[in-house]
């Protein structure tokens, strides 16, 4: 009997995700018998929850904010990748033991978005907004190829751990801000938080920030132009939205899973409908 593999996305809220469409358009362009669910678990809930997946059946799911980091302690391995950013956003159930691995696929992700909007990491000064899983995944791919990257987060000491968490190389080219950044000297700035996801959020950073920065990346894919990118481009720098992050990380996340090769374009398909 054909059992349909069951896979997911989990975090808090879900209510903007566009996983679901994407992945669910990938099995039926590879022609596998699958369902990709929302799993959207509060925080007070999180550890039940994991303990209720890790028996349900699941082949695999995807994590996003805010339990990239809270995952860690259940999985039975870590990726080296994973292992390095110190951040999950995969999860692969070994069809055999039901153990679970855990992946990080945002770097992969990352580095296809800053490809395929032609904006250049290395050698810039960054000033970096978060300091979540989105954000050590942002750091471990830029690498130590950046001249400098500033991190300002509303908890500094998270952002301590992250850059305590990267490689000595990266750790060299990072400071951690205990306040919001009194200056304009920024080549690159990347929102890698939440905010922009509801209607009403106000910008993660004064609008001047922005004045000498050449370009801007928002982590958030949905709205597709927050008010982050509409206040980068009216200074006129070049703008990236989270999108491509999204389909790379999921195609990438998609091969883990089946091991075949990832449909991208019908991924992109749908998520350009939606």
Sequence with gaps: MVVTKLYGILGHPLGHTLSPAMQNAAFRAAGIDALYVALPVEPARIRRALAGLKVSGFSGFNVTVPYKETVLPYLDRISPDARAVGAVNTIVADPRTGRWVGHNTDVYGFQRLAARAGIRTA????????AGGAARAVCAAIGGAAASI?????????ARKLRAAMPKKIQKKIDVL???????????????????????????????????????????????????????????????GGLDMLLYQGARAFELWTRRPAPVAAMRRALLRK
């Design 123 to 130: 050698g810039r000064r960054i000033l970096l907004i978060g």
């Design 150 to 158: 500033d991190i300002v987060n509303r908890t500094p000491a998270r």
């Design 178 to 240: 205990s306040s919001t950044p009194m200056s304009h000297a920024y080549d690159l700035i990347i929102n890698a938080t939440s905010v922009g996801l509801l209607r009403g959020d106000r910008l993660p950073a004064p609008a001047w920030i922005f004045e000498k920065a050449t370009a801007a990346i928002d982590l958030i894919y949905n709205p597709p132009r927050t008010d982050f990118l509409r206040r980068a481009r009216r200074a006129g720098c070049r703008i990236a």
